[in-house]
């Protein structure tokens, strides 16, 4: 594999490893605050839809990804309100959540658009197109550092960048502010807080909601960046993956975003099966490459890399006792 | 002369939960200053009183006054502004959190963090001089010992500016010498003017530290009384209702053979950690022999392996007979047909199936007895019907409804069907993990004469408590286990609580 093919192969990653990182920090906020969120796949897909719908009909991609957020963050309120307010199961509710929003998305876009259930593509102002960073064209010359950065550092849609600067700011808001020790402090203890004056209820809707904006950017950057458009189950197990990533990373932000690029360039070996047999010298079949992330989880789990402790009342609907 | 309005006042405060009355019309004064009793038998009301005043429920209706100002404190948060603290008895505290986090949760300065634990970290040190409340700021909560983390959970009301500070059943946890540490801390706060009020149903620490006492009886408050113009047995009269005995009326014991003979055990658990380290001991016929120790120290998992459901490597005889540690007969039913019979610890988790009748839960590990069957097949319902009746009488169990759920009956209750069960199969040996814990007095002296009756028909009886005064009044004679081993063996009238509990503390007497 010659260095040309491996900028490509790492381009691919940082690509696909966006939306899992976004959902990833989105499920993160939430279990984080005791909420498990099963339902990442689900709002992503609703996100996916509306986003594309709207930059369709508007031919404005902000406008889209505002109304993917919005998609997003009403499924998070279901979600929030089953759980948080009614005390629910979170797994049923996110499972609920998961299906709405497969059946629903194909069934408003066949109704809005007649195109089979998909969106109409996507182009020009209607989709996020790459930026190119400073420089990048007069440096691309420079041996080395010079294609590494025009290549793979520059030339990303603008949620690429957010969506890796969300990974300090994850950091600085879960360990360094007054919101982010109440919100941890209410996934392992949610009493302790209670009794120390703060509303459980409302440091958990905050998180959910978190997770639903979070959510949303992850879904419009799937059908509006990653792809020209929505069609049927576009999100392809990718919050179920995010969710690996979550215990993969044991619920910190920067191991969230090693797991998310390491899933991510999984994820890209296989889509380039050819450069894999290149190098090992023998075939890989694709899907193999495509469960490994699952699998590295069940290793996880299985306590072989350390052991991944979940916030400790996750799942858990807070009821006063004495 | 004007009179100094009380520091709380509470009038006609009445709470239902449900058909449950748990609180009725209750109207108490605490003067400022004086560390305030309320004792009072479990399931009396006093723990909801005290979360109503913490704002933790809402009064069905009734008054507040603080300071002789009507208050109206519908949450915590009123109740912090209100000067109130409270130290709950399983504590609030975020357990991966440092002890730093955990005082400054809720009452940061600012968005930001650092600041506020800056300066956390410079007022815990002047508290710390002030009141002997020394804690490691940095230490994680899950690290440290019960002893600190109350220190913690009184902290975190003093950083709050709290005047008036209610600890529920706060000595539960702690070695005799941590409650000595505890009470000192707490004289300390009387003497800078801070209010009490301590929750306990132990008649020990109302007489020691306490400067008033209120007794509270099945929601009601019956009576407040000055501690120096009452006595041990008239609070106890008080709490339930009728005269208690208060000490164990007992025979001396008639030993007999070796029943049980435990040599070089050794447990560890499924963390890898080494829970009972080389302990030897034996237990004979006619005899109580009490396990002191505080929880955590390799108890439980002598009952566990005894039990037959934790394995071990060494040797345990019953009546001569090697019991198999590691292999196939090395399970509960094994246990059982050798004799041994258990009465386990956390009777919730172990001992019952909460959910079950309580018919159902008198015969289990003993429902494969061919009288409880009508065929191969089928269970003789009938039968055991008939059967938990009868126990339900001979153990004074109420309800005495064998179609009740073993949730719907009070702790102690719940322990006697447990006792009924284990007893009535007549073992050579029971095994019995903290009989009266969660247990009324009342029930309490019934369940000791049971454990004493049947070590007059010549049972050997291994006793494990937390509660020093349970051992000393029942055992005939006392091992104390810290930190997995035997520390040393005492006669218990040869004994004193400060003796056991330098023992229960690690150290040993044997070398002074």
């Known amino acids: 594999m010659d260095f040309g093919t491996l900028l490509q192969m790492l381009d691919a990653t940082v690509r696909l490893a966006t939306p899992l990182l976004l959902a990833c920090l989105a499920g993160l906020f939430s279990e984080r605050a005791g909420i498990f969120d099963i339902g990442l796949e689900g709002k992503m897909l609703a996100a996916a839809f509306l986003s594309a719908a709207i930059a369709a009909v508007t031919g404005n991609v902000w406008l889209g990804l505002l109304a993917g957020i919005g998609a ?28 709405l929003a497969a059946g629903l998305t194909v069934v408003i876009a066949q109704s809005w658009f007649r195109q089979g259930g998909r969106t109409p593509q ?50 600085w808001v879960l360990f360094r502010t007054r919101f982010g020790l109440r919100l941890r402090a209410v996934g392992e203890n949610p009493a302790a807080v209670d009794t120390a004056g703060v509303s459980v209820i409302f440091l958990r809707f905050s998180a959910v909601a978190i997770c639903g904006v979070l959510c949303g950017i992850a879904g419009a950057y799937l059908a509006t960046a990653l792809q020209a458009g929505f069609v049927k189950d576009m999100s392809a197990g990718r919050g179920y993956i995010a969710l690996a990533a979550l215990i993969f990373a044991k619920w910190r932000p920067w191991y969230a975003l090693y797991a998310c690029l390491l899933f991510g360039f999984l994820q890209a ?46 799942g858990a609907p807070y009821v006063k006792e004495r | ?91 609030k505290l975020v357990e991966n959190f440092t002890v730093l986090e955990n005082v400054v949760l809720g009452a940061e300065d600012s968005g930001l963090l650092r600041p506020s634990l800056a300066r956390a970290r410079r007022e815990l040190k002047s508290l710390a001089d002030e009141y002997e409340l020394n804690v490691d700021p940095d230490a994680l909560i899950e690290e440290v010992g019960v002893g600190m983390q109350q220190r913690v959970e009184i902290l975190k009301a003093l950083y709050r500016k709290a005047d008036i500070l209610i600890l529920d059943e706060p000595t539960g946890v702690l070695t005799p010498a941590e409650a000595d540490h505890l009470f000192r801390i707490l004289e300390n706060l009387k003497r800078e003017g801070k209010t009490i009020i301590l929750i306990t149903h132990k008649l020990r620490e109302i007489m020691e530290i306490t400067d008033t006492v209120s007794v509270m009886r099945r929601g009601e408050m019956t009576a407040t009384v000055k501690t120096v113009d009452t006595s041990p047995a008239e609070l106890a009269e008080l709490m339930v209702g009728r005269k208690v005995l208060l000490r164990v009326d007992k025979a001396p014991a008639q030993v007999g053979e070796k029943t049980l003979e435990v040599t070089n055990l050794n447990v560890t ?32 998992e002598l009952l566990e392996v005894l039990g037959g459901y934790e394995k071990a490597t060494g040797s345990i005889r019953i009546n001569g007979e090697e019991l198999d540690l590691t292999g196939a007969k090395s399970d509960g039913q094994s246990r059982r047909a050798k004799g041994i019979g258990h009465v386990p610890e956390d009777r919730q988790r172990e001992g019952l199936i909460m959910d079950f009748h309580a018919w159902e839960n008198t015969v289990f590990g003993y429902h494969h007895d061919a009288r409880y069957q009508r065929s191969r097949l089928f269970m003789d319902n009938a039968a055991i019907k008939e059967d938990t009746i009868g126990k339900m009488a001979r153990f004074d169990v109420r309800p005495p409804d064998p179609n009740l759920a073993a949730k719907s009956f009070s702790g102690g209750n719940q322990q006697k069907i447990v006792l009924a069960r284990e007893i009535e199969r007549n073992p050579d040996l029971l095994l019995i993990g903290q009989p009266t814990r969660g247990v009324d007095i009342g029930a309490i002296e019934f369940i000791h004469q049971q454990i004493v009756a049947l070590r007059d028909q010549g049972k050997a009886i291994l006793l494990v408590s937390v509660e020093l005064e349970e051992i000393l009044s029942l055992s005939d004679r006392i091992a104390v286990m810290f930190d997995g081993k035997i520390m040393g063996e005492r006669m218990p009238l040869q004994t004193d609580e400060k003796e056991l509990g330098l023992l229960m503390a690690g150290m040993s007497t044997e070398a002074a």
């Open chain 2, 1 to 91: 002369m004007t009179e100094v309005a009380p520091a709380i006042e509470l009038k006609g405060i009445s709470k239902a939960f449900g058909p449950v009355q748990a609180n009725k019309d209750i109207s108490i004064r605490v003067m400022p200053g004086t560390i305030h009793g309320i004792i009072g038998e479990n399931g009396a009301g006093k723990s909801t009183l005290m979360s109503i005043l913490y704002g933790f429920y809402k009064a069905d209706a009734g008054e507040i006054y603080i300071s002789g100002q009507k208050t109206a404190i519908p949450d915590s948060q009123a109740a912090i502004a209100a000067g109130i603290g409270m130290v709950f008895q399983h504590f």
């Open chain 1, 269 to 314: 070996m296989a889509l380039r099966s050819d450069v894999i047999e290149g190098v090992i010298g023998f075939a890989v079949n694709g899907q193999l490459l495509d469960v490994l992330p699952y699998i590295l989880t069940v290793i996880i789990l299985a306590g072989f890399v350390g052991k991944a402790i979940p916030p400790r009342a996750g």
């Open chain 1, 122 to 171: 996507l182009s020009g102002d209607g989709r996020f197109n790459p930026i190119t960073l400073p420089f990048a064209e007069a440096l691309r010359d420079v041996p080395i550092i010079g294609p590494i950065y025009y290549e793979l550092i520059s030339g990303h849609t603008p949620l690429v960048y957010i969506a890796i600067l969300m990974v300090p700011l994850t950091w």
């Open chain 1, 72 to 99: 997003s963050m009403v499924l998070s309120a279901i979600h929030g309100l089953a759980s948080i307010t009614f005390r629910g199961n979170q797994l049923i509710s996110g499972v609920a959540i998961n299906f």
């Open chain 2, 269 to 300: 658990d499924s963390k890898g950690v080494h829970r009972v380290k080389d302990v030897s001991f034996d237990v004979h016929a006619g005899e109580i022999l009490g396990i002191a120790g505080v929880a955590g120290n390799g108890q439980s």
